[in-house]
Nanobody, 121 residues
Framework: QVQLVESGGGLVQAGGSLRLSCAAS????????MGWYQKAPGKQRELVAT???????NYADSVKGRFTISRDNAKKTVYLQMNSLKPEDTAVYYC???????????????WGQGTQVTVSS
């Protein structure tokens, strides 16, 4: 069964922190690189952080130095620690493989429900 369940979002003031979690099915998690994607209002979904199965990470310039991605392979879970949050970080955050998992059953890229992060100024 294919599954991505994101959690941990919420409303926070600028400068605050949040920790997002994503529980993934083995089909998606397995030995794949995993990533967190940001979908802000009126913008395309953007990959902001990735982590390989071996733990190597990469970040978009917009979040570098503030966000940290990690993974627990035993739990098939990916995390995103978000510090020094800014109003421009407001978005729905999704996790997925990198590149995103294509479901042959759905005949499309599979996405979970995402988790809303709202940063007030």
């Amino acid at each position: 069964q294919v599954q991505l369940v994101e959690s941990g979002g919420g409303l926070v003031q600028a400068g605050g922190s949040l920790r997002l979690s994503c529980a993934a099915s083995g089909t998606i998690f397995s030995s794949n690189a995993m990533g967190w994607y940001q979908k802000a209002p009126g913008k395309q979904r953007e990959l902001v952080a990735t982590i390989t199965s071996g733990g190597s990470t990469n970040y978009a310039d917009s979040v570098k130095g503030r966000f940290t991605i990690s993974r627990d392979n035993a739990k098939k879970t990916v995390y995103l620690q978000m510090n020094s949050l800014k109003p421009e970080d407001t978005a729905v955050y999704y996790c997925n493989a990198d590149p995103p998992y294509y479901s042959h059953s759905y005949r499309s890229v599979y996405w979970g429900q995402g988790t809303q992060v709202t940063v007030s100024s």
